[in-house]
C-alpha cells in the first residue's frame, strides 16, 4: 500500500484561466500523481502525488516546463 501526500505550490505568474488549465493537465499526465486541484485567482496549486513514483521536484519542473515559476505556499 502506498501513501499518498500533499504539496502546495503558488504560481503567481498566471496570465488567464488557460494557464491555469495547462498546468493542471499537465501535473495530471504526471505519473504517480493522484490528484491536481489549480486555482487561477490565488495562484494556488494543490497536488496529491505517490513519494515511491514522483517527487515535489518533479512537481515543480512540470510546473517550469509549462512556462510558469513555482513557488513554495
Do not use: W
Amino acid at each position: 500500500m502506498t501513501e499518498t501526500f500533499t504539496t502546495q505550490f503558488r504560481v503567481l505568474d498566471f496570465d488567464c484561466p488557460t494557464c491555469a488549465s495547462n498546468v493542471e493537465r499537465a501535473l495530471r499526465k504526471t505519473d504517480g500523481v493522484d490528484s491536481v486541484e489549480v486555482h487561477y485567482t490565488t495562484g494556488r496549486v494543490e497536488v496529491s502525488y505517490d513519494e515511491s513514483v514522483v517527487t515535489p521536484d518533479d512537481l515543480e519542473k512540470t510546473i517550469e516546463n509549462q512556462g510558469y515559476t513555482p513557488q513554495p505556499a
